[in-house]
């Protein structure tokens, strides 16, 4: 079994929240994209808490979030996995990504939100260790996965679970510029 790869994070430099996923799925890996499984509700969730639109590209979604000041990035930089349940990470092929730098270049970031619990678990075993004092001090919080294997909450519960994203953010508008 080969090692699959994650993506760059998506984040521009006066970004304040940073959304942890675990690792891309497999549509999302072969598409190059972030949540490219139209079941997964990431992209629904985002576009209706920031620009009340559903047809964005990739490329719009990405501004979307840097619009936004939030950073998208996975805690897993690579691994081993058959298909795309997280559950089937191989734990001992697992390599974290370099959140010491990420947190060095992107200062502004003071929130985390992990998409589930994974992203979560795995941060929390690999990656708070070997971050500085000031580092360790950004306030995380997971919200509900928006995979479609997380099928016991609804949509609707999702969104409204993830509005503290947008809350932290301190936004009453959307901002989107096409």
Known sequence: MEHIESFPAIASRDARVLILGSMPGLRSLQSKQYYANPNNSFWTIIENLFCDQSTLTYTQRKHLLTENKIALWDVLKSCQRPGSLDSSIVASSIIVNDFSTFFSNNTDIKNVFFNGATAEKEFHRWVMPTLSPKQKK?????????????????????????????????????????
């Open 138 to 178: 950004l306030s995380i919080l997971r919200l509900p996965s928006t995979s479609p294997a997380m099928a016991s909450m609804s949509k609707n519960e999702k969104l409204r679970q993830w509005e503290i994203v947008k809350k932290t953010l301190r936004r009453t508008d959307c901002k989107y510029y096409d």
